[in-house]
């Protein structure tokens, strides 16, 4: 998984939308539902295989989105100590997520990708990358972002998306409708790489979308069947 997409929409507020890609054979998740965890709110889709999840909001001001592999394309292990999804749930709960991104141990854990935007003091978007052996954190400009997961998209691919977001944006209003359009029928008509990705054997299972409105974050999610 996945394809991600940010746009900010004034000083505090933004959508983004996570289109998630897995085996079609995975144990589908459990539709989006708050959980009350550590003393913390989560809201979250829960993964149907590891209990964790690829997207979620807490009641501590903060949104993480998870994409597998880092910067390029690696093979699994059979085994790894800890599930990303539950590494997800843990930084969502944790106070300061700056410090909490500097001291977290990932040893054993196969490569990923956070997209985090938290807003305890002003929006912050932060990309945070996982390679397996380093720790790779970045503050973004507020500006439009895409990002492709390094384990299904090769370089040129990731390119190609890029572009087709920069077309979209010359041509469209930002709204959660235009945007969620967007990760239905942005493409080639090539459906291996296209947005809405099918392989036969995996593909675009959902997309979750989570809008915040000065103090109202909704988060919508949509099964593709």
């Given amino acids: 998984m996945c394809t991600v997409t940010y746009l900010p929409i004034n000083k505090t507020d933004f959508i983004l939308t996570s289109s998630r890609d897995v085996p079609f054979a995975r144990a589908k998740a459990l539709f989006p539902k708050k959980y009350r965890e550590d003393d913390v709110e989560l809201t979250y889709p829960k993964d149907g295989k590891a209990g964790g999840t ?48 500097k001291t977290i141990i990932l040893k054993e854990i196969e490569s990923f990708t956070l997209v985090i935007v938290d807003w305890n003091k002003g929006l912050q978007l932060i990309e945070f990358v996982w390679d397996g052996n380093d720790k790779h954190i970045k503050k973004l400009p507020q500006k439009p972002h895409i990002w492709s997961s390094s384990t299904l998209y090769d370089k040129s691919v990731k390119q190609l998306r890029k572009d087709w977001f920069a ?3 010359n041509l469209n209003a930002f709204s959660k409708e235009n945007i ?34 000065e103090n109202d974050i909704a988060m919508a999610y949509h099964a593709i069947t």
Wanted: with cysteine; proline share 0%; net charge positive.
């Fill in 167 to 169: 077309d979209w944006q």
């Fill in 54 to 101: 690829w997207i979620g909001t807490s009641s501590k001001n903060r949104l993480i989105c998870l994409l597998n592999g880092a910067f390029e394309f690696h093979t699994s292990r059979s085994t790894y100590r800890k599930s990303r999804g539950l590494i997800v749930k843990e930084l969502l709960s944790v106070s300061t997520i700056e410090s909490a991104l």
């Fill in 180 to 213: 969620l359009n967007f990760h239905k029928t942005a493409g080639v008509g090539d459906s291996n790489i296209d947005v809405m990705m099918n392989r036969g054997i995996g593909g675009t299972v959902s997309i979750t979308q989570v809008c915040k409105n």
